[in-house]
């Protein structure tokens, strides 16, 4: 039998051996992991509502209604009222004609990238997209041409020169790893003038941008017909699963024609209705992303105090960028022996390592202090 021994090893020399550390109880601004309660900076929890006790009563409704899981996908009989109502409060928070629910945002990118698309379709694709929009642009039988990131000149100069072929520019919003937020306003202008379709990937600007609603209410933008968004459920929405909203015209062709969407058993209701109502907090209580954005605000100040290199960030996102592998497992180690949770991130998830940080609006003053004064230590101490 082939061993995988020597690929381990050499993943170990290079300081990208991982290992997986489980919590021992519910995700939130304090975790426990190994008995040790930890200030954790690494959720994508913007908002606090994984925890929310208004959702998990709501959680707690449908599984007495409707059971534990979806039986199968939603073409048969997996679907439930709860999913129509999800899929039209997602269309009205987003200002969308219609919105078709998949089970993760992996499985939306995919299997709406693959759908869309044709052989002789171009995609133009940011060269910092998520892992889940590059598969899915390998996927598809179309040409994938790469523009330099947030590059528009980069990105108008190659719609010049393919005025006739079908075209889908494709982007995230926000960058999951850096934390900056692509121009979706001037994206759009070139996606009209060249007639191109715009997919955005929305998942860490759902809850977080434009009082939740994302990039575009951010940029003062509306929807448009030759617009997509995905959003994830799984973010600031606190649940699990992923949307894909737009024209009426184009959910009902991946409705049919998806095979992400087709092929994959529905998303259990109890899940469903826990989106449904973090969506109504979100739309009820504006408050939670100005607390979100104060952290976040106070957070940076604090790091760039201390002369701390945060990269392009421009969100809850925000990434310490570190010289070299061993160093950010060093210092994601000095964080946790200190009691703070925010591991080291490397290759193949990003081409420079760091410690990717998270701010939630569940994050106190005390939390961010501490965070702060941790960082001072390994700094005083030669770990930054």
Known sequence: MYSFRERLESLKKRGLLRKIRD??????????????????????????????????????????????????????????????ELEALI?????????VIYTSGYTANIGTITALTEKDWLILSDELNHA???????????????????????????????????KMIVTDSVFSMDGDIAPVDQIKKLAERYNALLYIDEAHATGVLGEG???????????A????????????????????????????????TSRTLIY?????????????EAIRII?????????????????????????????????????????????ALRLAEHLIENGIYAPAIRYPTVRSPRIRLTVTASHTED????????LKEARDCGLL
């Not at 929890?45 to 979806?70: E, Q």
């Not at 030759?226 to 409705?255: C, D, P």
């Not at 104060?294 to 960028?321: A, C, F, Q, W, Y």
């Open 367 to 374: 939390d961010i202090h501490r965070l702060v004064t941790v």
């Open 91 to 99: 269309s009205n928070f987003k200002e969308t004609e219609a919105t």
């Open 283 to 327: 739309m009820d209580e504006p408050e939670r992303i100005k607390r979100l954005w104060e952290n976040r605000e106070k957070t940076v100040t604090g790091l760039h105090s201390l002369g701390i290199d945060t990269g392009e960030s421009e969100t809850p996102i925000i990434p310490i960028m570190v010289k070299d592998n061993e160093t």
């Open 132 to 166: 889940s929009i590059v598969d899915g642009c390998r996927l598809s039988r179309a040409e994938v041409v790469i523009y330099r990131h947030k590059d528009t000149e980069h990105l108008e100069e190659i719609l010049k020169k393919e005025r006739t072929r079908p």
């Open 23 to 84: 919590r021992e109880g519910p995700q939130g601004r304090v975790i426990t992991i190994k008995g040790r309660s930890l200030i954790n900076f690494s959720s994508n929890d913007y908002l606090g509502l994984c925890n929310h006790p208004s959702i998990k009563n709501a959680v707690t409704r449908a599984l007495s209604h409707y059971g534990t899981g979806a039986g199968a996908s939603r073409l048969l009989s997996g679907g439930t009222i709860l999913h129509e």
């Open 213 to 223: 609603r994302g990039s575009l209410k951010q940029f003062g933008l509306s929807s």
């Open 225 to 256: 017909p030759f617009i997509i968004q995905m959003g994830t459920l799984s973010k600031a929405i606190g649940s699990v699963g992923a949307f894909i909203t737009g024209s009426s015209e184009i959910v009902r062709y991946l409705i049919n």
């Open 264 to 276: 994959t058993t529905a998303l259990p209701p109890h899940d469903v209705a826990a989106a449904s």
